[in-house]
């Protein structure tokens, strides 16, 4: 019985890690519940903006409480 779980366990894994081989080249995908409002680095108010931008742009200088 365990080893059963086990072999389920490591089948759904190599599934999970030949699709994730299979993206096409040069496709960034990003994962969010919402889409963003913006693409601006410099005009976004809310977390799905903020947090595209962090991973589209440098991070040279960054906004915070202070501006």
């Given at each position: 019985?365990?080893?059963s779980r086990l072999l389920h366990a490591l089948a759904v894994l190599l599934c999970l890690a030949g699709s994730a081989l299979a993206a096409p080249k040069g496709t960034v995908v990003v994962a969010q519940g919402?889409?963003?409002t913006t693409?601006?680095?410099m005009?976004?108010?809310e977390?799905?903006?903020?947090?595209l931008a962090r991973?589209?742009?440098?991070?040279?200088l960054e906004r915070d409480?202070?501006?």
């Open positions: 019985m365990h080893s919402v889409d963003p693409l601006d680095p005009n976004h108010q977390a799905p903006a903020g947090n991973n589209l742009f440098d991070t040279l409480q202070d501006l």
